[in-house]
């Protein structure tokens, strides 16, 4: 699977953005998809998970009740909806999928995308 993130961007704090990552690969509908974050100076960091089917989401606490992740695999999509952006937000977001895991953890996603920047100014 090959991944490519975008819809980053500069954004007010308050503001929405929605982030995308389209697939390449016939096995799109069989992983677990995840978005991940990391600020500079800081580690990658979970934000939300979403499994193969849709049926599953789970979300960071920082985000829960403000981002929404979706996905539509016959588009071979995943996307981020994230509303009421906080400049706490600011980071590069990363799309990853897995074959197996429905994880929080970084290290057990096998396909990453190449990340796309979102800045949020106060």
């Known amino acids: 699977v090959q991944l490519q993130a975008s819809g980053g961007g500069l954004v007010q704090a308050g503001d929405s953005l929605r982030l995308s990552c389209a697939a390449s690969?016939?096995?799109?509908?069989?992983?677990?998809m995840g978005w991940f974050r990391q600020a500079p100076g800081k580690e990658r960091e979970f934000v939300a998970a979403?499994?193969?089917?849709?049926?599953?989401?789970y979300y960071a606490d920082s985000v829960k009740d403000r981002f929404t992740i979706f996905r539509d695999n016959a588009k071979k999509v995943v996307a981020l909806q994230m509303n009421s952006l906080k400049p706490e937000d600011t980071a590069i977001y990363y799309c990853?999928?897995?074959?197996?895991?429905?994880?929080?953890?970084?290290?057990?996603?096998?396909?990453w995308g190449q990340g796309t920047k979102v800045t949020v100014s106060s």
């Open positions: 990853a999928a897995d074959r197996y895991y429905f994880s929080t953890y970084p290290h057990e996603y096998e396909y």
């Open positions: 690969g016939r096995t799109f509908d069989s992983v677990n």
């Open positions: 979403i499994k193969w089917s849709g049926a599953s989401t």
